[in-house]
């Protein structure tokens, strides 16, 4: 009995001596967390800021990238990267393992080769259709983007609409083609197999790269033609009073159009060789700087869930050492049809006998051999030689260990770290806030009317250049104008928003402790919600007289519902392009609406009291903030609709708004179960509407409440937060109704109204108040219509939009010219397909003022100017060329009737 007592003694002092040695271990080899403290000394060196967001189509990998770059900082364990999900903050994110909202975290980066620190703001955004306003949000904000792409999927729908909303916001791309692991494991391909269906996915990734590019130059070409046309009738105009050698740039004064790139454009093609049209090499330019390369460093091979990956830089210099071969040569021969021959230590451009591709050669070979090796052939000897012959040091339990995928994340983690390779690309390829900005100003802000500029004074000229000045450099110098946009609302519980912490060790633990629970905590609500109004507008609408909002830092918690015992708090999603933001400051709230020539109410002056470092799941009080930082700003739930721009200045222009691809057309109609809980659903509608930026909310005149959505997904997210944060009661939903619009295919013919047929197909019908009635039908447009309508759009849209119209032509002369030039084109159409006496009653175009169809006004008392919207200011009958007489037009006023 004793000698089995001393057995069992002996045994458990055994188990508790080696747990202690290894927690020793983990302690000795746990990653640091980099404190708060550091991560805001970053803030002020903008060169070393990068802005980043990862954007995909859905389940391609983005939230276990991030998680593998969080890792690095300490926040989270990297054997956790991808089970984690640190990213999805809310319960339905990870029960439904998919991310629905774009969340931000600041990550510090130190370089191995000059120990230079970077600070990284990283967004992971959703890659689902139903959240492509979330991915909106996400690249607004950022100055570069690093796009994922199934090794097994390739190129997908969404893939293709990321990258049409990266191009859009003129944002820099980083390739990383994720999954890689899954060509051996589930695909079975060979070395050189895998190297040829990667080359398909990269030349697909550049296919939709190259359509995005040859759209933008021929946009560019038609405005920079439509600009020439004004310059050369400015220069005719000028010549008679200037000296005909004079520069015709400087009658335009151009500079005050806020830093115009299709301007600069112009200029530099003038001077250099006068050319007006783009040549084929334009359109099709093998060097062009925004194709994916691995030789440029912009390509990433990478297996997020094992937690490696790499650029052939990295096999470049290590095989430059072992050949004798410079790596410069290496980097333009390890990708692509490039073959080595060992005993004539040459590179060919073509097969030579048996030679196989560098890449498979000097790269996938050994990622197979090694991936042969663990999961296939477990054979330990050859696991041990794997990692003397890479000099890797790894723990000998993690080697030991039973489960194959533990020992290929100890091996590749330590010899391709996944984190190592995005970053570096992300510092080498992705530009800093002052050179983005500089680049990408003239998409970010509305340009200007110049003849609205030149009315100003000369101090607010000077003022209005110095913001826009400040702006293009990213100034944050202390004087500098303070500009903000904030791309979206969003809610966070009140617990984790932390007024001062030591540092980043604080939310480690919090994290852990999160693990250990396995639950996250339902956001809810303490208040009493009053009934205010639904607005249905996607973007903000001030229009209170000027005030001052001061909120206390202790006061401006917005809680929900009293019946729960957190609260959700609304902070702005923004970033500072100029100046520094600091607490107590005064700054002006701008409606899009708002222009600084005519300032009207869309303006509202508030005091600046909460400022915070965005840090995923928590977020740390900061006192200032300077320019290029992503960051959140508290206290504007009850001002800020979606979006807003926020200046120091009230001579600073709006920011456009953002380029949302899906659209809303999944209808349901919401209402309590109980009935006296209506106030509370009204105010949760609200919230929801002031937080997702896709979402409309719709009061019927019947009194339903109708909640219209991206897809049903989107719908099931929204009702969840709904019963769950926003208004916390029981709802009944009725079943999704999807819209449709309605399409005719039937010839039709505009005249003989009185006609049996045509009076069936008339649909009456008028305002509830009986008031006002009007009888409309629809008849289908001649194909010669459509395709002039068609053919004409971008010129519409220079018409019609005041900014692209403004940004090209501020004449009011050549203006008219272009109107009267497409108005003269199209009565030719319809003179065609025997339409000419219609064309008299012809109205507006639609959808937006813009589309391929047509409204034609038959009152015949109604005397307004035919197509009011576009020729208001022009005499309309000229343009008709005397082909219309005034018989014809009293007979046809005759045959229409009413």
């Given at each position: 009995i004793n000698a089995e007592y001393g057995i069992i003694v002996c045994f458990n002092l055994f188990c508790l001596f080696y747990f202690i040695c290894l927690q020793k271990q983990k302690k000795k080899k746990a990653m640091p967390a980099v404190p708060a403290e550091e991560l805001v000394k970053l803030h002020l060196n903008k060169k070393n800021i990068r802005n980043i967001s990862i954007v995909a189509h859905v389940d391609h990998g983005?939230?276990?990238?991030?998680?593998?770059?969080?890792?690095?900082?300490?926040?989270?364990?990297?054997?956790?990267?991808?089970?984690v999900r640190y990213l999805d903050n809310t319960k339905h994110e990870q029960e439904r393992l998919i991310t629905m909202k774009s969340s931000a975290i600041s990550l510090a980066y130190s370089r191995p080769i000059d120990n230079q620190k970077f600070l990284i703001n990283l967004i992971d955004s959703p890659g689902h259709v139903d959240f492509s306003s979330e991915v909106s949000s996400a690249i607004r904000v950022t100055d570069g983007a690093l796009l994922l792409v199934d090794a097994v999927e390739g190129v997908c729908v969404q893939t293709i609409s990321v990258l049409r909303q990266s191009w859009s916001e003129k944002i820099k791309l980083c390739l990383v083609i994720n999954k890689i692991d899954k060509l051996f494991t589930e695909l079975n391909l060979s070395a050189v197999e895998a190297h040829l269906h990667l080359k398909k996915i990269l030349e697909r990734v550049n296919a939709a790269t190259a359509i995005e590019h040859q759209t933008q130059l021929l946009r560019d070409n038609s405005n920079r033609n439509s600009f020439l046309q004004f310059q050369k009738f400015v220069n005719n105009d000028s010549n008679s009073?200037?000296?005909?050698?004079?520069?015709s740039n400087s009658n335009l004064n151009l500079n005050l159009n806020v830093n115009n790139t299709i301007t600069n454009r112009i200029n530099n093609n003038q001077n250099n060789n006068q050319n007006d049209s783009i040549s084929e090499n334009d359109l099709f330019d093998d060097n062009f700087d925004n194709y994916?390369?691995?030789?440029k460093g912009n390509v990433v091979?990478?297996?997020?869930?094992?937690?490696?990956?790499f650029r052939i830089h990295q096999f470049a210099e290590l095989y430059s050492e072992k050949l004798g071969i410079k790596k410069e040569l290496l980097l333009k021969t390890l990708w692509g049809e490039y073959y080595f021959d060992p005993k004539k230590k040459k590179i060919f451009n073509k097969p030579q006998g048996n030679l196989i591709p560098m890449f498979v050669k000097f790269v996938l070979n050994n990622v197979w051999e090694a991936y042969q090796a663990i999961l296939v052939q477990k054979d330990k000897s050859k696991i041990e030689k794997i990692v003397k012959v890479l000099n890797l040091q790894v723990p000998q339990r993690e080697l030991a260990s039973s489960e194959s995928v533990t020992v290929l994340r100890a091996?590749?983690?330590?010899?391709?770290?996944?984190?190592n390779a995005t970053l570096e690309m992300t510092i080498d390829c992705i530009p800093s806030p002052d050179e983005a900005?500089?680049?990408?100003?003239?998409?970010?802000l509305k340009p200007l009317p110049l003849t609205k500029v030149e009315c100003l004074d000369e101090?607010?000229?000077?003022?209005?250049?110095?913001v826009c000045k400040a702006i293009s450099n990213c100034d944050s110098s202390v004087d500098a104008p303070c500009v903000i946009f904030v791309s979206k609302m969003f809610a966070i519980q009140q617990e984790n928003i932390v007024a001062s912490r030591p540092g980043m060790a604080s939310i480690r633990m919090q994290r852990i402790k999160s693990n250990e629970s396995s639950t996250i905590p339902t956001i809810t609500t303490s208040t009493t919600p009053t009934t205010p109004s639904i607005t249905t507008s996607t973007t903000p609408s001030i229009t209170t007289p000027i005030t001052t909002i001061t909120t206390p830092t202790t006061t401006t918690s917005k809680t929900i519902n009293n019946d729960k015992n957190s609260s959700d708090k609304f902070i702005g999603f923004a970033r500072i392009f100029s100046g520094i933001l600091k607490r107590g400051k005064e700054i002006y709230i701008l409606a899009p609406r708002y222009n600084f020539w005519d300032k009207g109410n869309y303006f509202i002056k508030f005091k600046i009291e909460e400022i915070y470092l965005l840090m995923g799941r928590a977020l740390e009080s900061l006192e200032s903030i300077p320019a290029g930082n992503v960051f959140g700003i508290g206290g504007l739930e009850e001002i800020i609709l979606k979006t807003a721009t926020i200046s120091s200045s009230l001579f600073c222009p709006t920011f456009c708004e953002m380029k949302i691809i899906s659209s809303s057309i999944v209808r349901a109609a919401i209402e309590p179960v109980n009935p006296y809980d209506l106030p509370k659903l009204i105010e949760g509608l609200r919230l929801l509407n002031n937080s997702d930026p896709s979402v409309e909310v719709i009061l019927q005149e019947t009194g339903e409440n109708i909640l219209v959505t991206a897809g049903e997904l989107h719908l099931e997210r929204c009702i969840r937060d709904l019963k769950e944060r926003f208004a916390c009661i029981e709802l009944e939903v009725s079943p999704p109704i999807v819209s449709f619009k309605e399409g005719i295919s039937a010839e039709g013919n505009l005249g003989k109204l009185t006609t049996r047929k045509v009076k069936k197909s008339i649909v009456k019908a008028g305002l509830p108040n009986k008031e006002v009635e009007f009888e409309i039908r629809a008849v289908r447009l001649p194909k010669e219509i459509m395709d002039y309508l068609y053919i004409n759009y971008e010129k519409l849209i220079n018409m019609y939009d005041e900014s692209q119209s403004n940004k090209l032509i501020d004449d009011k002369n050549c203006y008219e010219e272009q109107r009267i030039e497409f108005a003269r084109g199209l009565f030719e159409q319809f003179q065609k397909v025997g339409w000419t006496r219609d064309f008299n009653k012809l109205w507006a175009l639609g959808p937006k003022l813009i589309g391929p169809n047509i409204l034609f006004n038959n009152i015949s008392w109604f005397k307004e100017p035919n197509f009011k919207s576009l020729f208001s200011d022009?005499?309309?009958?000229?343009?008709?060329?005397?082909?219309?007489?005034?018989?014809?037009?009293a007979g046809i006023n005759a045959e229409y009737g009413k």
């Open positions: 983005k939230t276990t990238l991030s998680d593998s770059l969080i890792a690095t900082n300490g926040i989270i364990s990297s054997r956790l990267a991808g089970k009073n200037n000296d005909n050698n004079s520069n994916f390369l691995p030789e091979f990478a297996s997020a869930s094992d937690g490696w990956g091996i590749f983690t330590r010899w391709l770290p996944l984190a900005q500089r680049f990408r100003i003239n998409e970010l101090n607010s000229k000077k003022e209005f250049d110095e022009y005499n309309f009958q000229q343009i008709q060329l005397d082909n219309i007489t005034d018989q014809e037009n």
